[in-house]
């Protein structure tokens, strides 16, 4: 399952993915289109978390009830954050 | 086969004399077995002849015998934990007791009588922490530790230790709630502990803090106790043993746990910020947009699961006991399984139901009147279906049928009055009153009812003594009356409000019925206590099955069963239990009713010809949890008024300093706790157990940092989203902490390469990368933090502040945590562990990997957006 010249390779997406994140700060992005940055920058997390999980944590190798699993645990927060901010009048 | 030996006639060890369920124990067939098709575990018919473990076979267990009190500090097998956890929450269950008969003593008449306010407000908050977390849940685990491996066909639970930690913890974590009545006042703010009565300003004292704290150590027990019987239940079934096959009563455990990784992980973040809040001044729930709004989310997305989690294990009983004592089997089983999964989901979508009178929006409001209405349905179900198998069948009247019948009954009468405060209009002006408190104890103590019925019937399986059928029935009798002498008149006098001991004199007569109900309901349990400490000792001697028409496996093997708990590898691979590679048992002869035990995987029977197979070394026996236990006690305590001074900071470090030597002599020490050969393990059979304890724990850990993360979103909301400060000046250290968690999570997964390719050298390097790279973040993370304490910016500053510090400390604190198992790996690695097994550089890295991922949320979240 391990193999050095792939999980270089993922290091090397990482360390580009979390440059292109703050870079994204530093475009301006933030100051001119609040919520365009606001959802690359979300998005850029989500695929950095799902790269390391995927293949750091090898879950793309295990059965996918490992992801569901985790998937569930996700989903419960967002629904109690999403809910719960919602609720406020 | 086996290479136990088979002599039927190899002599006895004679047992302690000291012990009653030791007593009974015989030794005529070896857990190996026997070739004797009927003298196998059960023996059928011959009084005190039930059969256990060869004591040779314990010896080697390094287990001190039944007798012996060291036994029960060191033990990790599930029985003896199961019985631990049913005797501690008994305990629970007379203290919390008698903290209400102080109280309706108190409601004799309008007025102050016997106690002050702050006396009368303590006694009714820790009335309801101990009876809902203390007593009613291990009640149930107490059962579930016993009966659910049996039922499945296990020999244990897959980490054994760990059981026994969730137990110590528990116990300490009582003891420590007992505490909080000596340090000045124990939390008097109420059960479910809102804001902003339960920050400092309101309630001051040191015992409130301990109050948290000590719900907070038992909330740890849970969570280790889920991964345990999550990773058990799913893992470890008898071959055969498919989901849809289980036991109704293991069903009912499977669920609750499920739902307890999810919903304690949520309460364990409203814990940890309100002992934050306590004791290090962040300000969550004193914040004046949305603080104690947050309390109420965080606490009842736990708290309406929670009702669940301590109602199904009860709902469990009821259906196990109803079908063993109606002869037959639930009607409409598949769909009375579907609604209990139905409920389990549902349960996280019905919390703000408690909230319709805080300021949340008619919208949401609406919205959750509607899943509410739409959890009842499934509970429909699931009554109806009790009900059509009693119709069904034909009924005897025993006492675990009585309390069974009796749950049921009041579970009726609690959930359509639980229809009422679903609706909004309703519980405006239902809310605050004893409607509710007349509830939720139909509801709750209904569940005890099957709870008590639970404990009747598997009496005689645990101890191996039947207990007086007699008095058991005069306990139903006069528990039933006093319950409804008890809780009946606050649905006559609801508009009597909660949680103060002033009311119109008007309502006097039906307070004073409801106090000597709650009397008569205390009395009832003398006579159970009787009863069941008589027969203990001197009750007629139960055999392996003594109910007949009894269905699950538990009943299969001798009473009490033996260390081990089968005389071979259970299996229901052609539809029916045996036990491979042993002797085996018929339930026949003891089962009079139809003739055979039928599990519910099928029938039990023997099968004497059954392949043998290999008797693997198994340790029952660690000190370990216990000392761990007493090092978080003394930690908890320590840190309950360490910012009080005095001397509660050097009680603080040395908690930590046993916590921190008996963890690592857990770590050290070997135990064995062997897996099954074969077995079914739906959905993650390609996943070994520790690997899958790992991701469970993440699961919960992912609800963790989620409440946190959410609470800080929830709070920025409330706050104005543009309106709130960033508190970081720039994000430079930020990203340089990302780019150094990246890496060092990319240190890990080459250990793991290292340890593949044989290299001890490669896996100590990378170990040691990983662990100078933690320590550049943790010093990186020191500087900007200090830097900002300079300026003045400290954790109570500002909301902004608290939610910077507490989140991005927690993590940390993860951080911190992996560092020190990282220096215990190195230091193994060095000794050249690893090599042939790398499996501990794999789940070590699992665990790292996803601190590195929350930092990369954390990151911008806190510094750039």
């Known amino acids: 399952m391990s193999h050095l010249r792939l999980y270089t390779g993922i290091y090397v997406v990482l360390f580009v993915l979390a440059t292109a994140q703050v870079a994204v700060e530093f475009a301006g992005l933030l100051e001119n289109a609040y919520l365009l940055g606001f959802g690359l920058i979300i998005a850029l997390s989500f695929v950095k978390a799902l790269v390391v999980a995927g293949y750091y944590q090898h879950l793309v190798w295990e059965p996918r009830s490992i992801s569901y699993l985790m998937g569930i645990g996700l989903l419960a927060v967002l629904a109690l954050t999403f809910a719960a901010s919602y609720s406020i009048t | ?865």
């Not at chain 2, 929006?361 to 009900?387: C, E, H, R, W, Y």
């Open chain 2, 1 to 865: 086969m086996t290479e136990e030996s088979t002599d039927p006639t190899e002599p006895d060890e004679p047992d302690t004399p000291a012990d009653g369920a030791a007593e009974t124990e015989r030794n005529a067939a070896p857990d190996g077995g026997t070739t004797e098709a009927d003298g196998g575990a059960i023996a059928p018919s011959t009084g005190g002849g039930e059969l256990v473990e060869s004591p040779g076979h314990e010896e080697d267990t390094h287990l001190p015998p039944l007798g012996s009190l060291k036994r029960w500090f060191v033990t990790t097998n599930h029985k003896d934990v199961g019985i631990l956890y049913i005797v501690t929450s008994l305990f629970f269950l007379i203290f919390g007791g008698v903290l209400a008969l102080l109280f309706r003593v108190q409601l004799w008449t309008p007025g102050a009588t016997i106690m002050s306010g702050m006396g009368y407000n303590q006694a009714v908050s820790v009335h309801g922490l101990v009876m809902v977390f203390w007593f009613l849940s291990p009640f149930a685990f107490g059962f579930a530790n016993y009966i659910v491996p049996l039922q499945l066909g296990a020999k244990d639970l897959a980490f054994p230790r760990l059981n026994a930690l969730s137990y110590w913890a528990y116990l300490f974590s009582g003891i420590l709630l007992g505490v909080s009545f000596l340090q000045e006042a124990a939390f008097a703010g109420g059960w479910t502990m809102y804001a902003p009565l339960n920050i400092p300003i309101y309630t001051p004292e040191v015992g409130a803090t301990t109050t948290v704290l000590a719900l907070l150590f038992f909330t740890a027990s849970v969570t280790v106790s889920s991964v345990n019987f999550l990773t058990t239940m799913h893992r470890m079934r008898a071959e055969g043993l498919t989901l849809r096959r289980l036991p109704i009563f293991t069903w009912s455990i499977l669920l609750t746990v499920w739902m307890m990784l999810f919903a304690f992980a949520a309460l364990l973040a409203a814990l940890m910020v309100l002992s934050s809040d306590r004791i290090l001044g962040t300000t969550y729930f004193a914040a004046e947009e949305g603080g104690s709004l947050l309390w109420t989310h965080l606490f009842w997305f736990f708290g309406h699961p929670e009702v669940y989690i301590v109602f199904f294990p009860a709902l469990g009983v009821m259906a196990e006991v109803f079908q063993t004592f109606s002869g037959r089997r639930l009607v409409g089983r598949k769909w009375f399984i579907a609604a209990m999964v139905l409920v389990a989901v549902q349960s996280f979508i019905v919390w703000m139901h408690h909230m319709f009178l805080t300021s949340i929006n008619l919208q949401v409001k609406t919205l959750f009147m509607a899943t509410t209405i739409g959890i009842s349905l499934p509970f429909d179900l699931m009554v109806f279906s009790l009900i059509y198998t009693l119709i069904k069948g034909r009924i005897r009247f025993t006492t675990p049928f009585l309390f069974c019948f009796g749950a049921l009954v009041l579970f009726i009468v609690g959930g359509i009055t639980g229809v009422f405060l679903g609706a909004v209009v309703l519980d405006y002006e239902f809310r605050g009153t004893y409607w509710v408190v007349a509830h939720f104890h139909y509801v709750m103590v209904g569940g005890v009812t099957a709870l008590i019925g639970g404990l009747y019937y598997w009496f005689p399986k645990i101890t191996g003594r039947m207990y007086d059928e007699f008095l058991g029935k005069v306990h139903f009798a006069l528990f039933f009356v006093g319950f409804n002498l008890l809780y009946f008149p606050m649905f006559v006098v609801w508009e009597t409000p909660r949680r103060v001991f002033v009311y119109d004199p008007a309502f006097t007569i039906w307070h004073q019925i409801a106090t000597v109900g709650a009397f008569v309901l205390g009395f009832s349990f003398l006579i159970m206590f009787y009863n069941l400490y008589k027969s203990l000792w001197s009750g007629e001697a139960a055999e392996g099955d003594p109910w007949p028409y009894s269905t699950t496996a538990e009943w299969a093997v001798s009473s009490p069963p033996p260390l081990e708990n089968f005389p071979g590898l259970p299996s229901y691979a052609d539809g029916k239990l045996s036990f491979n590679g042993g002797g085996s048992a018929s339930a026949a002869d003891g089962a009079g009713g139809d003739g055979a035990a039928a599990a519910d995987g099928g029938v039990a029977h023997a099968d004497a010809a059954a392949a043998g197979h290999e008797e693997e070394h198994a340790d029952h026996a660690s000190v370990w949890p216990f000392a761990i236990a007493v090092g978080a006690f003394v930690t908890f305590l320590g840190l309950s008024g360490v910012s009080t001074g005095g001397i509660y900071p050097y009680v603080l470090l040395l908690g930590a300093g046993v916590l921190g030597a008996s963890l690592l002599g857990m770590a050290r020490e070997p135990f064995h706790a062997p897996d099954r050969p074969v077995g079914e393990r739906w959905p993650f059979s390609a996943v070994e157990n520790g690997k899958l304890g790992m991701w469970i724990f993440l699961a919960s850990d992912v609800v963790l940092f989620g409440a946190f993360i959410g609470s800080y979103l929830f709070m920025r909301v409330a706050y104005g989203w543009t309106d709130w400060h960033v508190v970081p000046h720039n994000s430079t250290p930020g990203l340089v902490n990302t780019y150094i968690l990246l890496t060092s999570s990319f240190a890990v997964v080459v250990a793991l390469v290292a340890a593949e390719k044989n290299s001890r050298k490669g896996v100590v390097a990378s170990l040691l990368v990983t662990f100078v790279l933690g320590i550049a973040f943790l010093v990186n993370k020191g500087i900007e933090w200090v830097e900002l304490f300079y300026e003045g910016v400290w954790l109570s500053s500002s909301i902004e502040a608290s939610t910077f510090f507490l989140t991005t400390g927690l993590h940390g604190a993860h951080v911190i945590v992996g560092l020190l198992i990282a220096l215990f790996m190195i230091t193994r690695a060095w000794n050249g562990a690893y090599l042939d097994d790398d499996r501990p550089i794999e789940y070590f890295g699992l665990y790292w990997h996803f601190v590195d991922i929350v930092w990369l949320f954390l990151f911008p979240l806190f510094y750039i957006l």
